[in-house]
């Protein structure tokens, strides 16, 4: 039977860390679950921890809530330890049911694959990843498919020699499992399955990478604790495993989600300046938390910036987001997005050269595309929001009946890439 680890802890409590690695990422924020922390921090001192955390390759790209794990890869790296990238080719056939209301849509081989190439550019761009062809440094980043192994399994020798370790009472105790089965959804015996194939994942790269480290979100944990287990029942070796708390915004919001959707890394699927606007509209409370996880300022740094009240909060606003702008895009995709972000709400607010509608207390979002020559007609407006190129306040529009109330400051509209507008109230 699978059972909790020992020295297993929910919360992080240890405030004098050895290795820079704990302390790094207790400082800043990320630590929610240990196991065994103690241990943990004593090998991290001593040696290079490969530790890895798995992506299912659902979609072209990764959005804004799965980048506290790839922080949590790069956090690894910059103190001197090695990042396992795990693409789950095999298990991505499945669908983690962790915490879903209802079953995923399961992709094909192909759909996979193209994910999985797409979404290692993401990546490229936060860790250092070992030259094509060449070993590379101890710590260097690697990135491996679950398919390699999961795809070779018999399924009988599979379910003797690993089913045996695996307690279906202990299973269906899992709140990942309840949540499902406690609203009456289905639970197909192919979902039921994935916390198996997780836990061998931990297995198979604690024997071909000498992998140690298995972190994730909160919602893990379960999956996480099976797989430290069955690799000390199976080969007698200690791993570890650390969570991250559910990251929320101040007012209660899922990180990452807006009225528009969600906020993508890639920018074929949410432009530079979206991107940007997203951490520029951070709300004030939530500013130096997420300096903290998400750029790498100087811990002091932040402490000064979140320390700024009125006008100078915004200015930590804009420093955010050039710097998560610039780790996920690049820097001239920053400086673009911070420019246009500039002309739009600065000089636009000073009389500059952007048009302006006068607006008395509200309007539609399509007489307010009409009202700036954005659009001729309604039907030409409708077309303009059902393409994606209508947003307001730096959010797509996705709601034709929506309607933008102006009060004492401007809104921005924009309308594509290039055409940026002001409503002022009359």
């Not at 300022?297 to 402490?303: F, G, K, M, N, Q």
Request: with cysteine; charged share 25%.
């Amino acid at each position: 039977m699978i059972l909790l680890p020992r020295h297993a802890k929910r919360h992080a409590t240890m405030t004098e860390h050895r290795s820079s690695l704990l302390r790094t990422l207790a400082e800043r924020g990320y630590i929610h679950q240990t196991t065994d922390a103690t241990a943990l921090d004593a090998l991290a001192n001593t040696q290079v921890v490969p530790g890895y955390i798995g992506f299912d390759p659902t979609a072209p790209s990764l959005h804004v809530g799965s980048l506290v794990q790839i922080m949590l890869l790069r956090r690894l790296q910059q103190t001197g330890h090695k990042p396992i990238v795990l693409m789950g080719g095999g298990t991505g056939k499945i669908g983690d049911p962790s915490f879903k209301d209802e079953a995923r849509k399961l992709l094909g081989h192909e759909g996979i694959q193209a994910n999985v190439a797409s979404i290692k550019r993401i990546f490229e761009r936060f860790l250092t990843f070992a030259p094509e062809g060449e070993m590379g440094a101890p710590t260097d980043a690697i990135m491996l498919d679950n398919a390699e192994w999961l795809d070779a399994l018999k399924y009988i020798p599979f379910l003797r020699d690993v089913g045996q370790h695996f307690s279906v009472n202990r299973m269906l105790s899992f709140d990942s499992v309840k949540l499902r089965l406690d609203r009456e959804q289905s639970l197909s015996f192919l979902e039921f399955n994935y916390m198996i194939l997780q836990a061998y994942d931990f297995l198979e790269l604690s024997r071909r990478a000498g992998c140690r480290l298995q972190m994730g979100g909160s919602d893990q944990w379960g999956n996480i604790v099976n797989g430290i287990e069955l690799s000390r029942r199976m080969d007698g070796t200690e791993v570890y495993g650390i969570t991250t708390p559910l990251i929320t915004t101040a007012d209660g919001g899922k990180m990452g989600k807006t009225m528009s959707g969600a906020v993508w890394l890639h920018e074929d699927q949410l432009s530079h300046f979206d991107y940007w606007q997203f951490w520029r509209n951070t709300d004030d409370r939530d500013v130096g938390r997420f300096l903290r996880l998400f750029t790498d300022l100087p811990l002091d740094e932040i402490a000064r910036l979140e320390s700024l009240e009125g006008a100078g909060i915004n200015e930590a606003k804009k420093i955010l987001a050039n710097a998560a702008t610039a780790m996920c895009r690049g820097q001239s995709a920053a400086d673009e997005a911070a420019e246009t972000a500039r002309r739009t709400f600065e000089e636009g607010a000073v009389g500059g050269s952007l048009p302006t509608f006068l607006v008395d207390g509200s309007i539609s979002v399509i007489d307010a595309l009409i009202g700036l020559n954005f659009a001729k007609s309604k039907g030409e407006a409708r077309r303009l929001i059902q393409g994606g190129g209508a947003r307001v306040a730096g959010e797509k529009v996705t709601d034709e009946a929506m309607t933008i109330t102006v009060g004492a400051d401007t809104v921005a509209v924009a309308a594509g890439k290039k055409n940026h507008g002001l409503l002022v109230a009359r």
